[in-house]
Structure formats: C-alpha cells, structure tokens
C-alpha cells in the first residue's frame, strides 16, 4: 500500500485517479468491516414462463431449456441463503393433462428449494375447485394477492410469505394484472385489482419485512410504473414480456428485472442486504439453460411418472362425444379422416417422398421416448389429433399415426367420396404454404425453419394421369 502512495505523490497526473481507487479499497474493506458484519449475501434466483416444459420435447437436438437442466444449474452455485422464486405462467394450460402435469411442475419446483410461485394467466384459466385441490396439494408455496374467489372475493392462494435468511426477514407477494387475463379467467375466479392488493400487503407488512420482493405477472411498463408508485419494494420482478431484461433497471428506489423465454432463461441477481433495509447489487445476469447442461435424473424420473399417468387416465380428447361437442345436432360433419394409406396407391411419386422422409416414423419417436400418450406431443406426430374424426389415444399405433397426408393436407373424406363417383361432391384441397408447416414446426419443436430447406427434402405434388391407379382400394 505504501508503494502505491509513493507512486501517486510522484506522478501529478495520475494523482487523482489513484486517489480514486485508494477510496474504492476502503469502501471495499468497509463493505466488510465490523459495522456491515451482520450483512447478508442474498443470490436471487427467479424464472417465468416455464409453460410445463419439465424437460426439453427431444424433437431436435441442440434444444435449451427444461426444469432438468435448471435443477442441474441451481443445485452447482445456489448458496443456502438464496431466494428461488417464479413469477408466473409454469403451467402450460389448463386443459386436463395440463393439470396433471402442473403437479409435476411443482415438485420439480420443490426440489429445487424454490421459496414461492407466482400465479400467471395460465394458472388463472384453471378452474376455483382445480385452485383450491393445486393449494391443498402443493409442496411448495403458490402466492396471488388478487387472484380471488368469485362467491367470497378472497384470495384463492396466500398473497405473501415472508422467508427468514439470517438475521432478516424478507417478503415476497405475489400478484397478477387483470390486464394480461382477459375473458381466459377461470370458472369461479376473478382477479381484483392489482394496486389495491399490493397496497393491502404493504400495509401488513409494515414493521415485519426487513426488505420486500414483488413478483408482479405483467407487463414492462407496468413493471416501471409500480416501482414509481411502491418504492417500499426493493425488488420487482416480471412478467409478461416478449424477451428477457437487456440490462438491470433502478427505477425510485426499487431494483425492476425481468425474465421469460419458456424455461430457457435463468434471471440472477446478487445481492447483500445489509442493516436498515439497504440492498447493494455485486451482479446481474440472464442465463441461458443451453444444451451442455446436463439433465437432473430426479426431474427426469417426474417426466416419466407424468407420462405413465397420463397413459392411465381417461382424457377429454380421449372422448369422442366430448369433441363432437360443438357441432350442429344432428348434422354430420362431411370431412373426415381416412388415412395415409388410403392416398398412396393413387399417388406413387407422393408415396415414395414420403416413405423416405421422417415423417413416416414420427410416432415410432414418440414410442421410443415413452411420451405416445400425452397429448402435447401426439398432435404433431399423428393425424387430425383433437378433430372428432382424427387419431385417438386408444387407437395406439394401429391408425392414423405418423405425419401423414391429411396432417398437411387436411382430412381427405370428401376426396375419396368424389373419387368414388359420388357427384354431389365437388372437392378441391386447398394449396399449401409454409404457415402449414409452422404448425408443428416451430419454436423448440423444430431447427430455425426455413422453407427453402425444408421443402425440397419432401417436394410432391400432382401424379401424371397414368399414375392413377384404381379406385377399388379405396372402398
């Protein structure tokens, strides 16, 4: 230290930048002494938007994500005093498997020691009966401040929780904006409105919380404006936003950040709370959950469970009456599903691209990973999933199975009618584009896609006139 005194007298340039850093040691060395030894290192952990992914589909490789690898991730750096904590939408819907598979979610989330889940719009299109059964069987704490029953007008969940780490108490409500619900609200449910409730918790937290966390389901501006108006929470996390936090934000007095991406980013924030309430910032990052993180068996053995389940349990898409229930009594629906087998004798050139191609075995691949009963991967490895006439569970890998002609196409009834004679019949299959094909492939669920590379690997199209073959194998 002496050195660099010495330096500084003897060089008049540099005298004031090494004023500087000497300051910056001290404040450093201050950081540690007796008057902040009671501080608190607080790593803060948070995610939003899981939408059910326990783990990647496995349709591609490469693919980022999945509550296995963030396990994996927490478990390798998570100190025991950090906070885990998720803002919203880790369901993936609410129809019935969605359900089913929400229980899964949650243990994964316990297992990895998160402090408190925030409901999400998702979570809000569940039902006030499926709430209360998710409340009483949840093995970790699910947090909604306005997220109210509609006969009582009290909240279906907790609205916060305050977790001891150290020396200090630290709230974390929950809470979600009407605005990014709409008409999808649950039966039974209504959600009230947002400032009032957090207003309603500030209040009864006062004198409690040494620092206050606020998981906030909404919007960027929505973010900033609740930290102009409640500068008492020192931390506002999002939300229902189109990309993770670019940079950390200090809006009044209140540190904002936000993170979504359908499990594949991990917001972090460390921080050290310090005595009074003061909360100082040592780093921020968003992480991506890339492919060289390795899966956590324990998450991959819930995978599994779920899908041995979800084979077990009658469905509602299981039920042909249940997706009839829309039509017109009494009417019958003039398109239906026929199968793949009935367009390849007529169509020899189409047949052989297609025999050739991957999707003719798209269903083995869900086979092989045992997911061939749930129904978030059947639909796009099967024919006409969820229409009255299309692939159903029961039907295994006996029909309709495999991304066949009418997956693209669409169903082929009324082509065989005509084909057959049937002059009442005029029928023409609409053209195609890459829209069609975005259906499946997409997102995770697919390379980037580019129809100037996918198209050619199965390019068809009308067989000369000589290739029709008879009709008797259509009957």
Request: charged share 20%.
């Amino acid at each position: 230290m002496r050195h660099c005194i010495d330096a500084i007298a003897a060089n008049p340039i540099a005298r004031y930048a090494g004023l500087a850093m000497i300051l910056i040691f001290f404040a450093a060395g201050c950081a540690r002494s007796p008057s902040t030894a009671h501080g608190l290192d607080l790593p803060l952990y948070f995610t939003c938007d899981t939408e059910g992914r326990l783990e990647p589909c496995g349709c591609f490789i490469g693919q980022f994500g999945g509550l296995s690898r963030l396990k994996t991730e927490l478990d390798s750096q998570a100190i025991n005093t950090a906070l885990r904590v998720d803002v919203g939408d880790a369901a993936a819907g609410h129809e019935d498997y969605d359900f089913i598979e929400y229980h899964y979610v949650l243990e994964a989330f316990a297992a990895m020691k998160y402090d408190a889940l925030n409901v999400g719009d998702r979570e809000a299109q569940f039902t006030a009966i499926q709430l209360r059964q998710i409340k009483s069987n949840s093995p970790v704490p699910i947090l909604s401040a306005n997220l109210l029953d509609k006969a009582s007008q009290k909240p279906v969940f907790d609205s916060y929780r305050i977790v001891r780490r150290g020396s200090f108490n630290i709230a974390i409500i929950g809470v979600l904006d009407p605005n990014v619900v709409g008409d999808s609200i649950g039966d039974g449910l209504v959600v009230g409105d947002m400032d009032a409730a957090i207003q309603r918790c500030l209040a009864e937290l006062r004198g409690k919380a040494d620092m206050i966390v606020l998981l906030a389901f909404t919007d960027e501006a929505t973010l900033t404006r609740l930290a102009q108006d409640y500068y008492e929470c020192q931390v506002i996390l999002g939300g229902k936003v189109r990309q993770p936090a670019q940079e950390l934000s200090r809006v009044n007095r209140s540190l904002v950040y936000f993170v979504t991406n359908e499990s594949r980013a991990l917001g972090i924030l460390h921080l050290r709370l310090v005595k009074d309430g003061l909360l100082q910032v040592a780093g921020n990052e968003i992480l991506l959950l890339n492919d060289k993180i390795p899966q956590d068996p324990a998450v991959q053995k819930m995978v599994q469970d779920y899908r041995t389940e979800i084979r077990q349990t009658k469905l509602a898409a299981d039920d042909p009456n249940t997706l009839n229930a829309d039509m017109v009594p009494g009417v019958r629906t003039a398109a239906t599903y026929v199968g793949t087998q009935k367009c390849l004798a007529c169509h020899p050139g189409a047949a052989a691209v297609w025999n050739a191609s991957a999707h003719a075995h798209a269903f083995q691949a869900l086979v092989e990973r045992g997911a061939d009963a749930d129904p978030k991967c059947i639909s796009c490895h099967t024919v006409g999933f969820g229409d009255y006439s299309g692939y159903r569970r029961e039907l295994a890998a006996s029909h309709l199975v495999n991304v066949g002609c009418e997956s693209c196409h669409g169903p082929g009834g009324l082509h065989i009618r005509q084909m057959l004679g049937d002059k009442s019949v005029q029928f023409t299959f609409r053209p195609l584009d890459a829209g069609d094909c975005q259906k499946c492939h997409y997102g995770e669920f697919s390379r980037p896609f580019d129809w100037s590379r996918f198209w050619p690997l199965i390019q068809h199209g009308k067989e000369p006139q000589a290739a029709t073959a008879s009709v008797a194998h259509l009957q």
